[in-house]
């Protein structure tokens, strides 16, 4: 894996999934924010293992999921192996993430139909969009901004759907259901210049040995007459882009109806506010750290139904395991 420091915040997107062409459009993914971990009791709704239909006992990442606001559109064309851009149309009239309109200015409905002119050419259609970060109770005031392109249906239904997005804001039980799988990728955790035995894990030798404990016991062979790269070295360590596959959401719901912050807040994160996911197992890095939502890009051949939640702890605090 890559262990070089990630480029920002946001992670960058390489792959996308293709829906079925009869399902209806929708957006490939979503923006949330890390809030913190509890753990819910749901019945085991794996028929094959010997607890099916019983209580069981799962760890959760709580996900901040505030409204996506979609704040363009975007159409690609495909040539000789590469996407590459047609044209988009923006909302400049938005000023959260615009200060001013450019020299080169168009009408949002001027430019929406020179771009529907090209949908004969298009291969992809996206929608640019933006998460707010203070809709979600985090101090940051720029938006977090990318492209999410459309899937399901045809080019000219993808595109019709983005345009009457434009504008406006998508929730995120709109895009995802309980029960479903997706794909979780974020930036882990940022640990600074670490030498090789917290990088790696090696083993440290003995405390004779000559000059150094923590370091490797040899750079590589004679020959190749050169130091490989999979020889254990200090270096960065954290921070780094990751995507976990096939996680699965047991529930997405809303603070205001089924609370489930913590006495006190969760740590380093506080008040969930709004639309939450919760997604079982861990996900890559902090609390606040934006997290992209996708559709799996490989999903397993397991379909499962929304899992019946008979409790959600709400009540111990991830900071000290104490009950309030």
């Given at each position: 894996?890559?262990?070089?420091?990630?480029?920002?915040?946001?992670?960058?997107?390489?792959s996308w999934?293709?829906?079925?062409?009869?399902?209806?459009?929708?957006?490939l993914g979503?923006?949330?924010?890390?809030?913190?971990?509890?753990?819910?009791?749901?019945?085991?709704?794996?028929?094959?293992?010997?607890?099916?239909?019983?209580?069981?006992?799962?760890?959760?990442?709580?996900?901040?999921?505030?409204?996506?606001?979609?704040?363009?559109?975007?159409?690609?064309?495909?040539?000789?192996?590469?996407?590459?851009?047609?044209?988009?149309?923006?909302?400049?009239?938005?000023?959260?993430?615009?200060?001013?309109?450019?020299?080169?200015?168009?009408?949002?409905?001027?430019?929406?139909?020179?771009?529907?002119?090209?949908?004969?050419?298009?291969?992809?259609?996206?929608?640019?969009?933006?998460?707010?970060?203070?809709?979600?109770?985090?101090?940051?005031?720029?938006?977090?901004?990318?492209?999410?392109?459309?899937?399901?249906?045809?080019?000219?239904?993808?595109?019709?759907?983005?345009?009457?997005?434009?504008?406006?804001?998508?929730?995120?039980?709109?895009?995802?259901?309980?029960?479903?799988?997706?794909?979780?990728?974020s930036v882990?955790?940022?640990?600074?210049?670490?030498?090789?035995?917290?990088?790696?894990?090696?083993?440290?030798?003995?405390?004779?040995?000559?000059?150094?404990?923590?370091?490797?016991?040899?750079?590589?062979?004679?020959?190749?007459?050169?130091?490989?790269?999979?020889?254990?070295?200090?270096?960065?360590?954290?921070?780094?882009?990751?995507?976990?596959?096939?996680?699965?959401?047991?529930?997405?719901?809303?603070?205001?109806?089924?609370?489930?912050?913590?006495?006190?807040?969760?740590?380093?994160?506080?008040?969930?506010?709004?639309?939450?996911?919760?997604?079982?197992?861990?996900?890559?890095?902090?609390?606040?750290?934006?997290?992209?939502?996708?559709?799996?890009?490989?999903?397993?051949?397991?379909?499962?139904?929304?899992?019946?939640?008979?409790?959600?702890?709400?009540?111990?605090?991830?900071?000290?395991?104490?009950?309030?």
């Amino acid at each position: 894996m890559p262990r070089s420091r990630a480029a920002g915040l946001l992670p960058r997107v390489r792959s996308w999934p293709e829906l079925p062409a009869d399902e209806k459009p929708r957006l490939l993914g979503t923006l949330t924010y890390k809030a913190g971990m509890t753990h819910v009791i749901m019945v085991d709704d794996r028929k094959t293992v010997p607890n099916a239909g019983k209580p069981l006992f799962q760890a959760v990442t709580v996900l901040a999921a505030p409204p996506l606001h979609v704040l363009g559109v975007r159409l690609y064309g495909y040539r000789d192996g590469y996407h590459y851009v047609l044209g988009d149309a923006l909302n400049y009239a938005d000023g959260r993430v615009f200060g001013g309109k450019p020299k080169n200015y168009r009408p949002l409905e001027a430019a929406l139909k020179d771009l529907e002119s090209m949908l004969d050419g298009a291969s992809r259609v996206s929608a640019v969009v933006y998460g707010v970060p203070r809709d979600a109770g985090l101090p940051q005031k720029r938006p977090f901004v990318m492209e999410i392109p459309v899937g399901g249906g045809d080019i000219r239904g993808r595109f019709e759907y983005a345009a009457g997005l434009v504008g406006g804001s998508v929730q995120v039980d709109a895009l995802f259901r309980p029960g479903s799988y997706v794909d979780v990728i974020s930036v882990s955790k940022g640990k600074g210049f670490q030498g090789p035995v917290k990088r790696f894990g090696i083993k440290r030798k003995q405390h004779k040995s000559r000059k150094s404990v923590r370091e490797p016991g040899t750079l590589g062979p004679w020959h190749p007459a050169a130091v490989m790269r999979s020889v254990p070295m200090a270096g960065q360590t954290g921070f780094h882009q990751r995507v976990e596959y096939n996680k699965r959401i047991l529930a997405i719901g809303d603070e205001s109806e089924r609370p489930v912050t913590p006495p006190g807040g969760f740590p380093h994160f506080g008040v969930v506010r709004g639309k939450y996911l919760l997604v079982a197992g861990s996900v890559p890095g902090p609390a606040k750290r934006p997290v992209v939502i996708r559709h799996p890009l490989r999903p397993p051949s397991l379909r499962l139904e929304a899992p019946t939640i008979l409790y959600v702890d709400s009540v111990t605090s991830n900071a000290g395991g104490m009950v309030a």
